[in-house]
Structures are given as structure tokens and as C-alpha cells.
């Protein structure tokens, strides 16, 4: 809730500065603030959402929702960077416009940067103590604010000093070329999110999870075996099936207790993971079987 009243606050403030100064790269800040804001509200009702547990209609519960929410942002983002860079083209090539950089605009921009920060410091840590990819996405969404900022004050600061020299004045040029900056920056952020969540919504199994799976279980006493691993995310939640072969004359209660403890020793490194585990008997080897037989 502090973020969607942060973003408010920095969008507002950016679009009457932007509008004021006829700075494109404030105006694609004030965007890009606007885009924080539909996200920081999106993830603040996705996470309700995700956070219900399961029922009979949503069996591994409702954290996909995380990660459509994520997807959406991303799209979102990347329809704002068109708009950026077809302005930004058409300010470059066609139609110059006559900018008003005052204290105001450098003001806007570090107070942007000084918000944006400590908004970042916060979502990051509640992402990684929730392990929610969705609170991970809105601090991104700041983070790529703060290295936006900054390059909107170098443009700006360039603008400023082709009116101080004015034998440089294609420096002005530097607040176009900034939201070009801007735009490209935010690309490369948004396409890296969307396809994080796009591989959680096609269950793609995180990498080398289940390589370090599959060698504590096999290192665990009693376990001759782990094979058949599936894994499957679902907003902050992960899913961990496997299969083991054990020994196959002892006791339900022993098998029980061991596959206990393979749980709590996947838990160890994936502490968020609901895992399952499939027992089978030890196969036995053919020498073995031929011994038995001679003997009876």
C-alpha cells in the first residue's frame, strides 16, 4: 500500500513538471511511474488473491495469479516503450520541441530517485522473505525507475547546458535520446519478467533444482534411489514430487519416517517446497534372485 502511495505521488508530481518543462523524458518517467502504479495495485490484489488456500476448484491453490499479474505488467510496460520511442523518433527527426529545464525538473527526478530506492529496499525484502514472485516484479518495477531517473537527469543536465553554450545546441537533443535510453532499458526489464512468468505458467522446472534434488535425497541412508522428479511452481509456492526406491521388507512406520525425513531434507534448501514422495521397493539383482532360488 505505501508503494501505490508512492507511485501516485511520483506520477502526479512527474506529469505537471513534464507537461510544465516539455521534457519527453520526464513525461516518460511520469509513464513509467503511471505503469508502477497499475502494477504495485495489481500485485497488491494478487497477492491477497494468491495468498488464499487451496479448494476444490484450485488443488495446488491460487498463486498463479502471482504470475499472471507479472505477465500483465509486462505487457503493460512494453506498450508505454513503444509509445516512448515513437515520440522520442519523432522529436529527433520531425518535429523539434522547445524545452524549459528548470530547478523543478532536477528536483522532481532526485526526489523520484530517493523514493523509488527506498521503495525498492522494502518490496526486495518482502519478496525475498514470502518468496513472492510477484512483490519480486513491483521492486524490479522501482529499481529500473531509479536507473531510468538517473539518465533523465543526465539528459536533462545536457539540455540545460546547450542553453548556457549555445554554439552546442544539438545537446538538446540529449532529453529525446534520454527517453530512448529510458525505453530500451525498460524493454530489456520487462522482457526478462515476462518470461519468468511466462516459464512458471508453462511449468518450467527452475534450473539445476532438480539435479541438487535428486543428490540429497540419494545421499540420505536407506535411499537407493531418486528418479521420476517433477516440479511445478505456483506463485511463492513450489511443488516437488519424486520417486525413491527403499528397502522393501522393512516396516510401513520405517518407510514413513524416512520418507519424512527426504521431506525435511528437500525442505532444508527449498524451505517453501510442498513435497511428495513416491516409495517402491529396491529392485533386487538378478544374482540375487538366482541364490534364493538354488537355495529353496
Not at 8 to 22: E, F, I, Q
Not at 91 to 105: G, P, Q, Y
Not at 177 to 184: M, Q
Request: proline share 3%.
Amino acid at each position: 500500500m505505501s508503494s501505490i502511495i508512492a507511485a501516485v505521488a511520483l506520477t502526479c508530481l512527474k506529469v505537471v513538471v513534464g507537461l510544465t518543462t516539455g521534457s519527453l523524458g520526464i513525461l516518460a518517467e511520469a509513464a513509467h511511474s503511471g505503469l508502477d502504479l497499475v502494477a504495485a495495485t495489481m500485485t497488491w490484489l494478487a497477492v491477497r488473491i494468491s495468498d488464499k488456500p487451496a479448494d476444490k476448484n484450485h488443488l495446488y491453490g491460487h498463486g498463479k495469479v502471482e504470475n499472471l499479474c507479472a505477465l500483465f505488467e509486462t505487457l503493460l510496460l512494453l506498450g508505454t516503450c513503444a509509445w516512448i520511442i515513437y515520440e522520442a523518433i519523432h522529436r529527433l527527426f520531425i518535429h523539434e520541441t522547445d524545452l524549459k529545464v528548470n530547478v523543478l525538473a532536477f528536483g522532481v527526478m532526485l526526489t523520484s530517485i530517493l523514493v523509488d530506492l527506498s521503495r525498492f529496499r522494502v518490496l526486495d525484502r518482502a519478496a525475498r522473505k514470502y518468496h513472492s514472485q510477484a512483490l519480486e516484479a513491483d521492486a524490479l518495477h522501482f529499481r529500473t525507475d531509479i536507473w531510468s531517473s538517473g539518465v533523465v537527469i543526465w539528459g536533462l543536465f545536457f539540455v540545460k547546458l546547450s542553453e548556457w553554450l549555445p554554439e552546442y545546441k544539438f545537446l538538446r537533443l540529449a532529453d529525446s535520446v534520454a527517453a530512448l535510453l529510458v525505453a530500451t532499458l525498460v524493454i530489456w526489464v520487462s522482457l526478462r519478467l515476462g518470461l519468468r512468468a511466462t516459464q512458471t505458467l508453462l511449468d518450467v522446472a527452475p534450473l539445476g533444482v532438480e539435479r541438487r534434488i535428486i543428490q540429497a535425497v540419494e545421499a540420505i541412508p536407506g535411499v537407493t534411489d531418486c528418479h521420476h522428479v517433477r516440479l511445478r511452481s505456483s506463485g511463492p509456492q513450489l511443488f516437488i514430487d519424486i520417486h525413491v526406491s527403499i528397502d522393501g521388507n522393512q516396516s510401513l512406520k520405517d518407510a514413513h519416517d524416512l520418507t519424512e525425513e527426504i521431506e525435511r531434507t528437500i525442505q532444508q534448501f527449498l524451505p517453501n517446497a510442498d513435497v511428495t514422495v513416491h516409495p517402491e521397493p529396491t529392485p533386487r539383482e538378478k544374482g540375487s534372485n538366482q541364490s534364493e532360488e538354488g537355495g529353496r
